[in-house]
């Protein structure tokens, strides 16, 4: 497509395949230093702004890219289907999981290729890595927030080499997003997926954190929902298609057991926070201080040349 070409970086780019750098927790400061956090932060920020009051099935732009991009996750979602859970003595951590997730080990470059015009092919290895940190761990079976935020890394980088534009904004949330979202909770049912350094009751979440952020921003000056109704079943059933954050509530109802208040604590908190924008902002600080400044969290990222741990550049 040579409508494609006209925003494309010099051909001088060096890509590299990402690796760690964060190894002790003194690193952590490198880390909020870097070029790669601010750029994280800010797409996040972005994002956030882009879906302000915005509901699910608002009419938005749906650019080719963001037509393929939920196309490579139909593949991730139909590989599950291709394998099917096996007869074992536990019952977390399906093994089975390490079959599918092998077929995305081989595969992720080829559809990574599928997104990326031919003219920044040389991206793509560099790109790909990103995607096979995005859907858990082969080894330990199990899938947090750092899996997530490799994801959001992975749109950020498409956003850095001009495949995704300013005006995918919308689409990079509610269309692709949201289909990420869709294959993470079917594999991490399909396959019981442990939750990576869970907090327990403590956390906000076993799984994910950037959908209740996004999805508070969609519900900021709605004219009668308010954060105590989420936690009112009638309100979720009636609202959640067009609400990411009550399509989060959704599942947790539907996975988890009791009370709400007993095993989802932190967010039963939330609920008592009188405004959506006061829930947006907290939850902000709630994601800096819980994922993005952990060790656990943060010793997993990798960086290259897209998201570079080199100090933060002016200009």
Known sequence: QPDSSEEAPPATQNFIIPKKEIHTVPDMGKWKRSQAYADYIGFILTLNEGVKGKKLTFEYKVSEAIEKLVALLNTLDRWIDETPPVDQPSRFGNKAYRTWYAKLDEEAENLVATVVPTHL?????????????????????????????????????????????????????????????EVMRKLQKTYRMEPAGSQGVWGLDDFQFLPFIWGSSQLIDHPYLEPRHFVDEKAVNENHKD??????????????????????????????????SKVNQGLI???????????????????????????????
């Not at 079976?141 to 534009?165: M, Q, S």
């Not at 988890?256 to 039963?268: D, I, M």
């Not at 600080?285 to 080199?310: D, N, W």
């Open 121 to 181: 092919a040389a991206a793509v290895p560099e790109v790909a890595v990103y995607l096979k940190e995005s859907v858990g761990n082969s080894t330990r079976i199990d899938y947090g927030t750092g899996h997530e935020a490799a994801f959001a890394a992975f749109l950020c980088c498409l956003c850095k080499i001009g495949v995704l534009r300013v005006d995918d904004q919308i689409a990079i949330v509610f269309k692709v997003f949201n289909r990420y979202l």
């Open 243 to 276: 609400y990411m954050f009550l399509e989060c509530i959704l599942f947790i109802t539907e996975m988890k057991t009791g009370p709400f208040a007993e095993h989802s604590n932190q967010l039963w908190n939330i609920s008592a926070v009188p405004s959506w």
């Open 285 to 315: 600080r709630m994601y800096k201080a819980e994922c993005l400044e952990k060790f656990p969290v943060i010793q997993h990222f990798k960086f290259g040349s897209l998201l570079p741990i080199h100090p933060v550049t002016s200009g």
